[in-house]
């Protein structure tokens, strides 16, 4: 029975000879490195080498005393058990023939790169890791940068000796796995010196909602570690697969994190790495070029339809990555299938909203939000696991666990949290990938939670609201529905979606849609830019030190002020529209009114003060104007970007709020101007019909458009003649109105008999299931509502199908 093996001579069939992790690699060398996907090399220590140790040392009988005695509800007890045994193993005796072939084939594999003592990574590899219904990742140890043969053999009995960490004794109990029916396996690999460059993590699909279409990368300075444990924010990029595979640069969005801190090698023997401060330079870069990133997420598609095909089903992978700072060279460290999305049930559909309109007033800190639950509980700080810190300090289950990071010797505590809130980490952290798991809701990153939140006192935890998740003073009532899609009628009316938060568009994109009849760009200025557009552009020129101040900071890592504005609003668009693709989105433009404008971040010297700014300087007439076309310009050049350079040309483009003909023609000139034309590349353009004058002169528009959408708010209060933010004539504003129903009426037989399209994307059909009747009734095009009202609104529609099927019969 082997004791070694190299690498390159394992594959997925020897998961009980090397591990999970080990027969991952090994099928990858065989496999993937001829598509030129880079693997370091190095060899196997089988488990038939971890079962000889424990055999020389008769360790399984006192091993199982010790594990038999644990009270699994006692972290103490856990800990004090663990140690135990890890103190056995640690000092037991390492059998001199075993220790003879580890070096000799230590230093083969120095020889291989031309070194006496190579530098290598010694990674246990478990025999129950990365199986498809528990992933058992992070449950023994790893250690870098081992140099020669005393070192080396030290780090493959700790990596012995790791097989009873804390956490992964409870993750076994937890699931029922027998102690000594999993082996323990090491992978011996040549080093990558990231420590010179980056590394990090890659997941083929969205890590919060499982969304399949895109793969995710969070990259950092130095090795990989920071990363997983979550004791930095790294830089993020997200690559769309289907247009990256017809040929298109993709990358539909970066944001870049707080790198403070890098790991890197130490500088003696005891000392194998060490963290350091990052180069202020450094830190205000994205850590990887654009065509890097592009190529790890190649790589990544490729890894993932490997294991697809091997498994004959979609198995999306989780990947370690590392590049080289001396060769400057990318390389795939580790590989395995994610676990968690891979397992739900995409049939159905579980929608959480908090049900408390004073919410906002009982924010208490905010941060990195994981999953899409809410939960209540009390705050139970906890800022060590060591024995003095926890001695007398109770973690009771349901109690909201917060801490400044979590490893994965937190698992114990954790797994009994009603959610988890840390100061530090990002989207693919330690605390993000177990609560995903466990399927608790956790914010990372929040950066005061310690501070700002109390022992005992009772919180809400929402992760249902975005990007973001909040921490709510007190038990906020909230609403929790699930659907089951199959049970859905269908409907021949297609169904969109109005999206304003491209943060929540991937959630989203699982719910039946037919594409996004409205993605509003004001949102995405609000949230993704928060500077007025002309005050970007010209902050030099007011003499406002502290506003040039802040934006200089908002622009780290992008070329200028304009580059910052195309590239943040594309990002914004191109995340609608990838989650929607290949499904049209209609992106309508820019449509603050003044007072609006107003509020941003600047927009005081630019703005005009009207005394109604709902029928004032708005949509169209900002456009074509000499005091605002060089702004208008940037938000052509982002939806040029978007459909031409990252190939989503499912983005359709809607101007609102134009008035005239002759205000859409110079709307049409202005945008060509910077690129857009009409029916270029298949462009089309569709027009807002939310002013009477649009449905009036219907024919006259409909010459120069690709389709019209209604926008029932606003056609509502023009109509009515009402101001529909004033509650002092709320109870008149109505969109069922028979004035505003007889020109939505009229909008579509004009349509129809001018061969343009017509769809509505006002609240109206949201809110009324009998308004949504009434445009079946009249053949409309498509209707488009809110994310939260498509179930009810397809029933509607079906009712009335259904109905008219009757009548027609």
């Known amino acids: 029975m082997q004791n070694i093996i190299l690498l390159e001579k394992v594959g997925i069939g020897d998961i009980d000879l090397v591990g999970g992790k080990n027969a991952s690699l090994g099928e990858m060398l065989q496999n993937l490195s001829k598509l030129g996907i880079r693997i370091p090399k ?121 097989l009873f960490t804390d956490r992964a004794i409870s993750y076994r109990h937890s699931f029922k ?50 990363v997983v444990q979550g004791a930095i924010s790294p830089d993020e990029y997200i690559v769309h697969k289907p247009t990256m595979a017809a040929g298109f640069p993709s990358l539909i969005e970066k944001r870049m994190g707080v790198k403070d801190k890098m790991m890197v090698y130490g500088d003696t023997a005891d000392e194998r790495v060490k963290v350091i401060p990052t180069d202020k330079g450094f830190q205000s870069r994205f850590c990887l070029k654009d065509s890097t990133a592009l190529l790890l997420a190649q790589w990544v598609v490729q890894i993932e339809e490997y294991y697809s095909g091997l498994r004959n089903t979609w198995t999306p992978m989780d990947v370690e990555w590392a590049i080289d700072g001396l060769t400057k060279e990318l390389f795939i460290v580790q590989a395995r299938p994610e676990t968690i999305h891979s397992r739900k049930d995409a049939g159905k559909v579980t929608e959480y909203s908090i049900n408390d309109p004073q919410r906002t007033e009982k924010i208490l800190t905010k941060g990195i939000a994981v999953g899409d639950k809410i939960a209540s509980g009390n705050v139970n700080i906890l800022y060590s ?46 605390a993000a990938i177990v609560a995903r798991e466990m399927g608790v809701p956790a914010i990372v990153g929040c950066g005061n939670a310690t501070d700002v939140l109390s022992n005992g006192q009772t919180v809400t935890i929402s992760c249902a609201e975005g990007g973001d998740g909040f921490v709510y003073a007190g038990e906020i009532d909230y609403l929790r529905k699930e659907y089951d899609l199959d049970d859905l009628p269908s409907i021949r009316t297609p ?15 699982q719910l039946p849609h037919k594409g996004v009849g409205l993605a509003r760009e004001e949102f995405i200025i609000n949230n993704y830019i928060q500077v007025h557009p002309l005050a970007l552009l010209q902050h030099e020129k007011i003499g406002d030190a ?33 989650s929607f693709y290949p499904y049209k989105v209609i992106v309508r433009f820019s449509d603050f009114k003044s007072n609006e404008y107003y509020n941003l971040l600047g927009g005081k010297y630019f703005e005009p003060k009207e005394e109604n ?17 060089e702004a208008f310009g940037l938000e052509c050049r982002a939806i040029k970007k978007v459909r031409e350079e990252m190939g989503l040309s499912n983005v359709i483009v809607m101007i609102p709020f134009c008035r005239t003909i002759g205000e859409l023609l110079k709307v049409k000139e202005t945008m060509a101007e910077y690129g857009l034309q009409q029916g270029d590349q298949g462009l089309e353009l569709y027009l807002m019909a939310e002013i009477p ?38 109870d008149i504003y109505d969109e069922r109105d028979p004035a505003v129903k007889r020109l939505i009426t009229h909008l579509i037989q004009t349509a129809k008999r001018k061969g343009v399209k017509v769809g509505i994307c006002g609240q109206g059909p949201s809110d009324h299931p009998d308004f949504a009747r009434f445009l079946v009734e009249l053949g409309i095009d498509s209707i488009s509502v809110t994310p939260d009202s498509v179930m009810k609104t397809i029933h509607a529609i079906a009712a009335v199908e259904m109905e008219l099927a009757a009548v027609e019969a």
């Open 385 to 430: 696991l060591d024995k003095r810190v926890i001695e007398g300090h109770e973690f009771h289950d349901g109690d909201v666990l917060v801490t400044d990071m979590t490893d994965p010797d937190w698992e114990p505590v954790m797994k009994r949290a009603s959610a988890i809130v840390t100061n530090k980490g990002g989207r693919t952290c330690h």
């Open 495 to 509: 169904l969109m979606l109005n999206v304003a938060s491209p943060s929540m568009s991937f959630q989203f994109a």
């Open 693 to 730: 004058s649009n449905i009036l002169m219907a024919e006259e528009f409909a010459d120069h458009i690709d389709g019209f959408s209604i926008g029932s708010n606003d056609l509502t209060q023009l109509t009515l003649g009402l101001d529909r933010d004033s509650s002092l004539v709320a």
């Open 613 to 629: 700014p709902m029928i004032g300087w708005r949509g169209a007439s900002r456009y074509y104007s000499g005091e605002y076309k």
């Open 42 to 162: 190095g060899f196997v220590i089988t488990v038939h080498a971890y079962n000889e140790f424990i055999k020389a040392n008769k360790l399984e009988v006192k091993i199982r005393e010790l594990i038999g005695a644990i009270d699994y509800k006692s972290v103490e007890s856990l800990r004090r058990s663990g140690l135990e045994v890890r103190s056995l193993m640690r000092n037991a005796r390492f059998p001199v023939k075993l220790g003879e072939e580890i070096v000799e084939a230590y230093y083969a594999l120095s020889d291989t790169y031309g070194q006496l003592n190579t530098d290598v990574a010694v990674r246990s590899s478990a025999t129950a890791e990365d199986l498809p219904d528990a992933s058992f990742a992070g449950q023994q140890e790893t250690y870098l940068n081992v140099r020669g043969p005393e070192d080396l053999i030290d780090a493959v009995r700790n990596c012995f000796a790791s």
């Open 177 to 226: 796995f027998d102690h000594f029916a999993v082996g323990l396996s090491i992978g011996v690999q040549k080093m990558v010196r990231s420590d010179l460059g980056a590394s990090g993590v890659a997941f083929s699909l969205d890590t919060e909602s499982g969304f399949k279409d895109v793969v995710v990368i969070n990259a950092s300075y130095g090795l990989g570690e920071l």
């Open 546 to 578: 502290e506003l040039s101040r802040i934006i200089r900071g908002k622009i780290v890592g992008f070329d200028n002020e304009t580059d910052f504005f195309i590239n943040k609003l594309a990002y914004g668009i191109a995340r609608i529209a990838a």
